[in-house]
């Protein structure tokens, strides 16, 4: 009886250490993933800096996929985003450079990733689909809660999410404060050029 009873004490035990396994592979790719980039991850170095062989890394991940996908989820539950929700300024042109500033802010700190893994995404296919779903969704919620209310008459709704698309463009962060711009400044050119570009067109 006493090795029955034991069993599912075992069982318990073998989870929890599989489940410290996965977090420990996961945890190294992200480190990798955010010093060198994915395209330059590789699973061996992966293996190495969780302390276990590759073949115990594609047991937990088959593929790179996989691997991916609980490193965004890991990475994500970590770092939040910015909410748009929270973005609820009645003046448009206002909520729009209030929303950017906090944006910017976020992109600063987390740079060092989210530029090497939006570097890397062209070159690694298994990384396009999801951040297809992760970034670029997140990205489409950001432009509604900025397109929200804007008193269109010659602009569509079209020529205005491309603007604040743009606007809020990781890739638009790093041009503009490049020069040695700070967040507020960048914000407030960011905005600048979405509402003159929304007048030039005769609104």
Known sequence: ?????????????????????????????????????????????????????????????????????ACSTHWATENPFP????????????????????????YRQKEGMLGKVLRDTPAVPALGPLMDELWEGYME?????????WPLEADGPDTL??????????????LLTKPGTDDTRAAALAARMVTGALDGGGR
């Open 1 to 69: 009886m006493a090795n029955i009873s034991q069993r599912p004490y075992r069982k318990r035990k073998r989870a929890r250490a599989e489940e410290e396994t996965r977090r420990r592979i996961t945890e190294a790719a992200v480190e990798l993933h955010g010093t060198v980039g994915p395209a330059r991850t590789t699973m061996t170095e992966v293996a190495e800096l969780a302390g276990v062989s590759r073949m115990t890394v594609y047991n937990h991940f088959p593929t790179e996929a996989d691997l991916f996908v």
């Open 83 to 106: 909410d748009p929700s929270g973005w609820v300024e009645a003046d448009v042109s206002v909520r729009l450079q209030v929303s950017l500033e906090e944006l910017y802010g976020w």
């Open 141 to 149: 919620s950001v432009v509604g809660a900025l397109a929200e209310g």
């Open 161 to 174: 999410h491309v603007l604040l698309r743009v606007a809020a463009d990781f890739g638009t962060w790093q």
